[in-house]
């Protein structure tokens, strides 16, 4: 028989950090952040909004592109053995989550390149002419189509992977779940959708990413329930690992930060701004960042708490 073995209460000095570090969590959020933002520049793009000036796709893939440089940083900062990275490369694990994570990321530079490269600033356009020209051969219809598959699919699977890579980890039963792709998906496009609502310049553009991410926030609260589901009727262990966040010391973090400061509050907000009763605002985007971000930290740090004994 096997049950959960737990870290005692009096040991979890600063849980949320202190386990795995900050790079794990960071770098799963900016990732399924620009995931989401990729998925969106992909739907913008098949409804042909690249070409209105206003469009937050042509914000979106010159962030993706920060962002996503800024959490391979702080990948990198958590390798042990940082200079052998470039083996990765030198390879393909049908198997392996990370082999599989390596070759997405590498694909999703090109994606949001050429993504940018449909509607670059004036001033690049200015002073490199060949950008403009490389611009003017991608904006045709094939063009444009294919950029916006690409970013969707791989937007897609950059989204699902960061949640494969916890949930393939069996040894941890807090991770050992399915449920955690699609919910750091989900997470991903809430924030992105987030984000858009804040930096949108068109009113008819900031409704509808208000109100995707209203979709977003209800769907990530229904995935939180099924995961918590799937671990109560599961083993031993898995019940064990649930009550680290039902009555355990990470309840507090994970139902104020996550749940009712990350969803159920922006939520709200984000409601009432959507029909009108109060002005649109960037609290109800920044707490659904936050919590996005809260969410990766309390699911890395519960997952090293919760392990597998014999006993």
């Not at 992977?161 to 941890?172: C, K, M, N, P, V």
Request: proline letters at 5%.
């Amino acid at each position: 028989m096997r049950e959960l073995v737990l870290t005692r209460h009096n040991d979890l000095i600063d849980p949320l950090v202190r386990v795995w570090g900050w790079e794990i969590p960071v770098y799963l959020f900016l990732g399924g952040w620009v995931a989401g933002m990729m998925i969106l520049v992909g739907y913008f793009l098949l409804r042909g909004r690249n070409r209105e000036d206003t469009c937050v796709c042509s914000v979106l893939p010159g962030t993706s592109f920060v962002l996503l440089s800024l959490g391979m940083g702080a990948l990198f900062l958590d390798l042990e053995h940082k200079l052998y990275v470039w083996r990765l490369y030198t390879t393909f694990e049908v198997t392996s989550p990370m082999s599989w994570g390596a070759w997405i990321l590498l694909l999703v530079y090109p994606a949001l390149a050429a993504a940018f490269a449909l509607r670059p600033p004036g001033i690049l356009r200015d002073l490199f002419p060949a950008v403009d020209r490389l611009s003017r051969r991608l904006d045709t219809p094939v063009g444009v189509r294919g950029i916006a598959a690409a970013n969707l699919v791989l937007g897609i699977a950059l989204g699902i992977y960061t949640g494969i890579l916890l949930s393939a980890l069996g040894a941890r039963p807090f991770w050992n779940s399915a449920i955690l792709g699609p919910l750091f998906l989900v997470s991903g496009l809430s924030s992105a959708a987030a984000f858009g609502h804040m930096v949108a310049r068109h009113q008819e553009e900031r409704e509808l990413l208000a109100r995707s991410d209203n979709v977003f926030l209800a769907i990530e609260l229904f995935v939180v329930a099924l995961f918590l589901v799937g671990l109560l009727s599961s083993s031993q262990a898995h019940v064990a690992a649930a009550r680290l966040v039902l009555g355990g010391p990470f309840t507090a973090p994970f139902w104020v930060l996550v749940v009712g400061a990350g969803i159920v509050i922006p939520l709200m907000i984000q409601l009432l701004a959507v029909t009108h009763r109060i002005a649109h605002t960037p609290v109800g985007p920044l707490l659904v960042m936050a919590g996005g971000l809260a969410l990766r930290f309390v699911i890395v740090a519960v997952g090293q708490v919760s392990h597998w004994a014999k006993v």
